[in-house]
């Protein structure tokens, strides 16, 4: 009974959600699209020609964002564990993130180029329980991590979703060591009482 009526309640919220209603009126996959929205008007991180990997990207708002910022001349690699529609313009691979074979893939497709932006909007599937959870959680931002800086050029972006907890501290260290300027965004979009904050990285260290 409980469980019904926090559904309910949740259903109800996001129902009345501005972001939710602004998205179907704007033609977007879901709400996610005003996160990186913001956060790329505020820091100035998408442009024409650039070539971004979308990291966790399914149902495509992100990727949707991004291919409308970097135009025909850019380039937006769009990873998932599950299934996403086809955006024009977007390469999708699904695959999971956490095995050799979805990084292969995406080398595949980027050849020879190098990144200007790496995305991740990644989150393990949850639990309940809140170490678990969390752990996970920061087990994808260090593989979205490891990978932008093997991937990035150099002075390139990295923004990627994490938890506040306990690991939080060590791995905005690890941000730090690896660019010049790292910032926290907590956007308009992103739901009071969750604790997802984002963290920016800006200029990839040479």
Request: avoid cysteine.
């Amino acid at each position: 009974m409980k469980h019904a009526k926090t559904s309910k309640a949740w259903m109800k919220e996001h129902v009345n959600d501005f972001f939710v209603k602004q998205a179907k009126k704007e033609g977007f996959r879901s709400r996610a699209a005003y996160k990186l929205l913001e956060i790329a008007e505020r820091d100035h991180i998408l442009r024409p020609g650039l070539t971004v990997v979308d990291l966790g990207a399914a149902p495509g708002s992100w990727s949707q964002v991004a291919i409308n910022k970097v135009g025909v001349k850019g380039k937006v690699i769009a990873l998932d564990i599950i299934e996403m529609i086809p955006l024009p313009g977007v390469i999708f691979i699904q695959n999971d993130f956490r095995e050799e074979h979805a990084v292969k893939q995406l080398e595949e497709n980027l050849g020879e180029q190098q990144l200007d932006l790496v995305i991740s909007d990644m989150a393990p599937n949850i639990s309940g329980i809140v170490v678990s959870d969390q752990a996970k959680s920061m087990y994808l931002a260090e593989l979205a991590l490891a990978f932008a800086i093997e991937r990035l050029n150099y002075d390139g972006n990295f923004l990627v979703k994490v938890f506040q907890g306990r690991d939080f501290d060590a791995f905005l260290r690890e941000m730090r060591a690896g660019f010049k300027k790292v910032v926290i965004r907590k956007p308009k979009a992103s739901r009071n009482r969750s604790n997802e904050l984002y963290l920016l990285g800006l200029g990839k260290k040479d």
